[in-house]
């Protein structure tokens, strides 16, 4: 079964401070993805990537960055955090080689800026 | 750009009912992948049922079945005989086509409460 594991699970972290979120997948899926979930919003893409070395932006990039240094690991980075960051982030995969399906979810993390 | 737009926010329903829960959608291209996807009480987001632009057929899965309705840019989620279990929220998706590298982009989600 499709896996997709990110860490850590929760994160407090002071405004201003560097952030990074982790999302590993045992899938050899190509596209990778990172969502925010906020009320009223539903899932927001911030940035996606479709293989190592690559990275695209989402329709929500502005103050994260993103590394894929690998087809397992993709990491989203917050370099300066504020409040408004504080958010549900979830990381996907999925796979276009053989045709597609879906992509499959990580159980998400929980991040408060303070 | 592409855009999924679900303007129901919560629907409540009694059990063993049928439930229609709406998504329209934006997109340039002429192939296009939808999908709905199910987030559960503990957070988890599950897949549910997809639906390929180019097939005329309605997707079903179980108790859940589509509603494509193309020159409307419309998929409907229906579920049958609904169960408390069934209640939770539900993200309707789309992907345009192509290969390699794409987006997959989220509508705002319908929570849905099945009481006895």
């Known amino acids: 079964e499709a896996a997709v594991t990110q860490s850590p699970r929760n994160k407090v972290a002071v405004t201003g401070g560097k952030v990074t979120l982790s999302c590993n997948q045992t899938?050899?899926?190509?596209?990778m993805y990172w969502y925010r979930q906020d009320t009223g919003h539903g899932l927001r893409l911030i940035h996606y990537s479709y293989g190592a070395g690559s990275t695209e932006k989402g329709d929500i990039p502005d103050g994260y960055k993103a590394s894929r240094p690998s087809q397992e690991n993709f990491s989203l980075i917050l370099e300066l955090a504020t409040p408004s960051q504080t958010s549900v982030y979830f990381c996907a995969s999925g796979d276009a080689r053989q045709g597609f399906t879906e992509v499959f979810f990580g159980k998400g993390t929980r991040l408060t800026v303070v | 750009a592409q855009k999924v737009t679900q303007t129901q926010t919560s629907i409540s329903v009694v059990e063993k009912t049928t439930v229609t829960m709406d998504c329209v959608y934006e997109?340039?291209?002429?192939?296009?992948?939808l999908f709905w996807y199910k987030q559960t009480a503990s957070g988890e987001i599950v897949f549910l049922i997809r639906q390929d632009s180019y097939k005329k057929e309605n997707a079903t899965v179980g108790h859940y079945s589509l509603n494509f309705q193309k020159p409307k840019s419309s998929i409907g989620l229906i579920i049958t005989a609904t169960q408390i279990e069934d209640s939770a929220v539900y993200f309707c998706?789309?992907?345009?086509?192509?290969?390699?590298?794409?987006?997959?982009?989220f509508g705002s989600g319908t929570r849905l409460l099945v009481s006895p």
């Open positions: 899938n050899n899926h190509n596209n």
């Open positions: 998706a789309m992907r345009e086509g192509g290969t390699g590298g794409y987006k997959v982009v």
């Open positions: 997109t340039r291209d002429s192939s296009y992948f």
